[in-house]
């Protein structure tokens, strides 16, 4: 069993930064993708960023490129997601989940098997 927990949301006006942090806790050993989702108001959940566990590669949906980046601390067993150049279009409740089955599309979030709680993130114009 994992858990995890988000954490670094708030309010940033346009043009500002954020980092949010996801900790992992349980088995976290068994952890083969952290990956980050987000939800605006009246819209789907959708893919924001992923990250390998193991090898380390990372994953971005064209819209956050260049602007997030994802990133982990593996002895506080923790990922990261760095926002830059906020817009209010980055507006949602973003959300963390762990895969730990290694059958993953990294970008499809019926795929993970356990969600944190959500953080808000709000970017005024």
């Known amino acids: 069993q994992v858990q995890v927990v988000e954490s670094g949301g708030g309010l940033v006006q346009a043009g500002g930064s954020l980092r949010l942090s996801c900790a992992a806790s349980g088995r976290t050993s068994s952890i083969r993708t952290m990956g980050w989702f987000r939800q605006a108001a009246g819209k789907e959940r959708e893919f924001v960023a992923a990250m390998s566990w193991t090898a380390g590669s990372t994953y971005y949906t064209d819209t956050v490129k260049g602007r997030f980046s994802i990133s982990k601390d593996n002895a506080k067993n923790t990922v990261y997601l760095q926002m830059d150049s906020l817009k209010p279009e980055d507006t949602a409740v973003y959300y963390c989940?762990?895969?730990?089955?290694?059958?993953?599309?990294?970008?499809?979030?019926?795929?993970?098997?356990?969600w944190g709680q959500g953080t808000q993130v709000t970017v005024s114009s």
């Open positions: 989940a762990a895969d730990v089955d290694r059958t993953l599309t990294y970008y499809l979030a019926r795929g993970y098997d356990y």
